[in-house]
């Protein structure tokens, strides 16, 4: 446990994640991208599904930082909302499992407390917390997360909204908490993710920037156009 912690201080985790429709959808697919990030320096890969956390496992043979986005009736807690899910990401061979830890409703009634003291009834394994604020990543150290992530900043009602990422959110979580602070989401260029590191961040976590590029194709076609437009003068 403290080893496999140990190896992310200071790293790059790439989060390979493609959904239904998209044109990467697929384990072999996310797998492939996971060996691509490894050739590339990546320490860790974070991935969605049972499946592809088990490609992708078998694949790279990279630790896995595993979730399972789901979504239940009756609740806007969506990356791994119930315990049967974060079991099944464990079975399917992460090495860590992230759980939405925000003090959201969750399906069924269950609780964070509930889900921490299930995955605890097996020794040595490791839960990382996706925050979006400050009170929620005390709150979680306290309920004894081993990693902290600013995953859902800006992605709850009541987290401040931005392009970038939450620097401040890191710092603060830097300050507050004694477990390893992960910055994720909304980091664009490796100068951000050294800046995440500057924030008091152990180990950056990005995904669109390296790995969705229909969103990045999609950026460069809104700007062209828009360069286009202003051009024709329209
Ligand atoms: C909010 C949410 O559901 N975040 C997800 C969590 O796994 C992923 O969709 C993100 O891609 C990941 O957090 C990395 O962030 P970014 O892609 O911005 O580098």
């Known amino acids: 446990m403290e080893k496999l912690l140990e190896q992310l201080k200071g790293q790059l985790i790439v989060s390979c994640q493609a959904y ?3 044109a990467l959808y697929g384990s072999h697919i996310m797998a492939a991208m996971a060996n691509a990030a490894k050739d590339g320096g990546a320490a860790a890969i974070r991935a969605n599904s049972p499946q592809d956390v088990t490609a992708i496992k078998e694949g790279c043979g990279l630790p896995v930082i595993g979730i399972w986005k789901r979504s239940y009736p009756g609740s806007d807690v969506y990356i791994t909302p119930c315990l049967s899910d974060a079991e099944l990401i464990f079975a399917a061979g992460a090495d860590i499992v992230a759980v939405d830890a925000t003090g959201r409703e969750r399906p069924g009634g269950e609780t964070l407390e509930g889900l921490v003291s299930g995955i605890r009834r097996q020794p040595g394994r490791l839960l990382m917390a996706d925050v979006s604020t400050v009170e929620e990543g005390i709150a979680a150290a306290a309920l004894g997360f ?9 992605y709850t009602p ?3 909204k931005s392009d970038g990422p939450d ?3 890191v710092a603060e979580l830097a300050a507050a908490v004694q477990v390893p602070v992960i910055a994720e989401g909304r980091i664009h260029t490796p100068g951000e993710a050294a800046e995440a590191f500057r924030a008091g961040a152990y180990a950056v976590v ?8 229909h969103t990045l194709t999609e950026q460069f076609a809104r700007a062209i156009l828009g360069a286009g437009s202003a051009r024709d003068g329209r």
């Open 20 to 22: 239904p429709g998209e």
């Open 146 to 154: 081993d990693l902290i992530s600013t995953t859902l900043s800006g």
């Open 158 to 160: 009541y987290s401040p």
């Open 167 to 169: 620097f401040r959110l």
């Open 206 to 213: 990005v995904g669109t920037a390296i790995t969705r590029p």
